[in-house]
Nanobody, 123 residues
Framework: VQLQASGGGLVQAGGSLRLSCAASGLTFSTKGMGWFRQAPGKEREFVAAISWSGGFTSVADSVKGRFTISRDNAKNTVYLQMISLKPEDTGVYYC?????????????????WGQGTQVTVSS
């Protein structure tokens, strides 16, 4: 199983980025998917999740109204659209595949992880 995250970079506060995560080696259309992030010196935290069909999504309160998760099962890809970025959004962003068809907030329910992509928001 491979999860290849991309789209990170350096952006000014207020800017936007779109992260992508291409999956292979798993039945993508049956898996809930999630995005997590980890800032230096902090624990990895939940950002957003989406169910197998895309019909159910959830986002962390800290990014609500600014981040949107979506997926394209035909392309085996999950996306994270980020707008109005803030310096506190800085970190390494990881995509992950859930052990179930439902995206959840709990790290323990994800068994495959990508390598991460760095997002840096300057003030």
């Amino acid at each position: 199983v491979q999860l290849q995250a991309s789209g990170g970079g350096l952006v000014q506060a207020g800017g936007s980025l779109r992260l992508s995560c291409a999956a292979s080696g798993l039945t993508f259309s049956t898996k809930g998917m999630g995005w997590f992030r980890q800032a230096p010196g902090k624990e990895r935290e939940f950002v957003a999740a989406i169910s197998w069909s895309g019909g159910f999504t959830s986002v962390a309160d800290s990014v609500k109204g600014r981040f949107t998760i979506s997926r394209d099962n035909a392309k085996n890809t999950v996306y994270l659209q980020m707008i109005s970025l803030k310096p506190e959004d800085t970190g390494v962003y990881y995509c992950a595949a859930s052990i179930t068809g439902w995206g959840t907030t709990r790290l323990s329910e994800y068994n495959y992880w990508g390598q991460g992509t760095q997002v840096t928001v300057s003030s």
